[in-house]
């Protein structure tokens, strides 16, 4: 299922960096208790980090927290994870412990800048945290660029609200239905946008078109820059040395962008399916969210709800997941997601996935080497 669409609120309506944002601080049972038990942490497992598996917006303790739609994930250095919760129109803050807040938003649709917990968003999707610790968001339905600082003020960094494709300064820059996000070392910020095409917006605000050809239309072709072309760009990764990667949905492709704008295929292939293999001959079905982690290994959500893993030397494999829209945790190969989108990993080599229609996130911990 493509995520680029709107999901009405139900009932009750990288790189990582270490945050201190703005949480209310309360006493909350330890770890290991009746109230609060512990996250399994056995290799080659799958687990549940946060939701109770019921569509709806309450935050506490991991198992009893409610999510409605979670998308975009992004994790910090002290392994706190900061979550797109599209259906809830908020963005959601989970500690290393499981202790599950909001951020800002969640008081219903709209584009409301100010103080954290009076903003508004509409249908928020991908998330991402620079240097000093600000949450960028892709704000899907208001076709903006926000940013969280960490003093908890909410303001719009680029875009106007109005449809469009045109590059300039901040509000100057207008977009059509951003959703992936990616941040590179120097701070400058990457867009995926709904003309196909990969968007740059730098720490001063300016809003270029770095890969990809809005007037060509949706389409595959490697090249430089606006050679290239992309069918529906969706999730964003930036590995060590700035390399961008694209889960290019329609093309059923990850594509990478180097820093001068070189578009490559790295996995994939047009036609649709689930083979694992050399990266030329392996094959995927409408790749969602993409991370990467400090070893080049690249991790793929998939729209069969499989976790894919793109080795540092090419070979595509299967981590997690059975193709059964479903929930159930266990053994990687034998775990169930219903919908993964956003994907990331944290410097241990745990991964954390949106898994949308199971309302959960889930953590997805390696075999044992």
């Not at 009893?64 to 919760?85: H, R």
């Not at 951020?103 to 409301?112: C, E, H, K, M, Y």
């Not at 508004?120 to 240097?131: R, Y």
């Not at 977009?175 to 941040?183: E, W």
């Amino acid at each position: 299922m493509n995520n680029k669409r709107f999901i009405p609120a139900l009932l009750l309506i990288g790189i990582s960096t270490s945050v201190a944002l703005f949480s209310c601080s309360k006493d909350k049972p330890a770890p290991g208790t009746d109230d609060n038990p512990k996250l399994e942490n056995l290799p080659g497992h799958t687990y549940t980090l946060a939701g109770n598996g019921t569509y709806g917006y309450i935050d506490g303790l991991r198992a009893n927290a409610a999510l409605n739609n979670p998308n975009g994930v992004a994790v910090d250095a002290a392994g706190n994870l900061y979550v797109t919760d599209q259906g809830n129109n908020a963005i959601r803050k989970i500690t290393s412990e499981g202790i599950v807040t909001t951020l800002a938003g969640g008081t219903g649709a709209g584009l409301v800048n100010g103080p954290a917990k009076s903003a508004k968003f509409d249908n928020p999707i991908g998330i991402a945290l620079d240097s000093k610790g600000n949450i960028f968001v892709a704000d899907f339905g208001n076709n903006v660029i926000r940013k969280v600082a960490t003093d908890g003020t909410v303001s719009t960094f680029a875009g106007s609200g109005v449809i469009g494709f045109n590059d300039g300064k901040g509000p100057l820059a207008t977009f059509n239905g951003p959703a992936g996000i990616a941040i590179d070392h120097a701070d400058n910020l990457y867009i995926t946008d709904n003309h196909n095409i990969i968007r740059k917006i730098t720490p001063s605000q300016d809003v270029t078109t770095f890969a990809g050809n809005v007037h060509s239309g949706p389409g595959f072709a490697d090249g430089t820059g606006s050679e290239a072309n992309f069918r529906l760009p969706e999730g964003l990764a930036i590995d060590g040395a700035d390399n961008i990667y694209v889960a290019d949905y329609s093309n059923n492709m990850i594509r990478k962008i180097t820093p001068a704008a070189v578009v490559t295929t790295v996995a994939g292939k047009l036609a649709p399916g689930s083979d694992n293999g050399a990266s030329t001959s392996a094959t995927f079905n409408g790749p969602l969210g993409v991370a990467v982690d400090k070893n080049g290994n690249i991790y793929v959500t998939d729209n069969l709800s499989l976790i894919r893993k793109i080795a540092a030397s090419g070979e595509v494999t299967t981590l997690a997941g059975t193709k059964e829209r479903a929930f159930y945790d266990g053994a990687n190969l034998q775990a169930k997601f219903n919908d993964p989108h956003g994907i990331a990993v944290d410097a241990s080599g745990n991964i954390y996935v949106g898994d949308e229609q199971n309302a959960r996130i889930r953590k997805i911990i390696p075999p044992a080497k």
